[in-house]
């Protein structure tokens, strides 16, 4: 199996940053492609950014030049640094993954999610 852990959430006032990170272990062969969600109360799940495994990004409408998608390889792990902050950033973020794993010679691949972290930005 696979997990995917979040970190980095919290409360910050507006035009403040956080950085949210997201570490993927288990059976894992080889992560396509890593990115972030989120859902804020009564309103769809919306994506963030997102970020393969050759380095090719791209990010929603809302957030583009205020946040920025990273990922380390080695380590398994997607970064997203978020800066100028609004009010209207505030909601669960959730870290996703589309991950190759293997049995054998058989290779399949599957979509994770991780289990959320809240960020909260006051006015």
């Known amino acids: 199996q696979v997990q995917l852990v979040e970190s980095g959430g919290g409360l910050v006032q507006a035009g403040g940053s956080l950085r949210l990170s997201c570490v993927a272990s288990?059976?894992?062969?080889?992560?396509?492609?890593m990115g972030w969600y989120r859902q804020a109360p009564g309103k769809q799940r919306e994506l963030v950014a997102g970020?393969?495994?050759?380095?090719?990004?791209n990010y929603g409408n809302s957030v583009k030049g205020r946040f920025t998608i990273s990922m380390d390889n080695a380590k398994n792990t997607v970064y997203l640094q978020m800066n100028s902050l609004k009010p209207e950033d505030t909601a669960a973020y959730y870290c996703?993954?589309?991950?190759?794993?293997?049995?054998?010679?058989?290779?399949?691949?599957?979509?994770?999610w991780g289990q959320g972290t809240q960020v909260t930005v006051s006015s």
């Open positions: 970020i393969t495994s050759g380095s090719s990004t």
């Open positions: 996703n993954a589309d991950i190759t794993r293997n049995s054998g010679t058989y290779y399949f691949a599957n979509n994770f």
């Open positions: 288990g059976s894992i062969f080889r992560i396509n492609s």
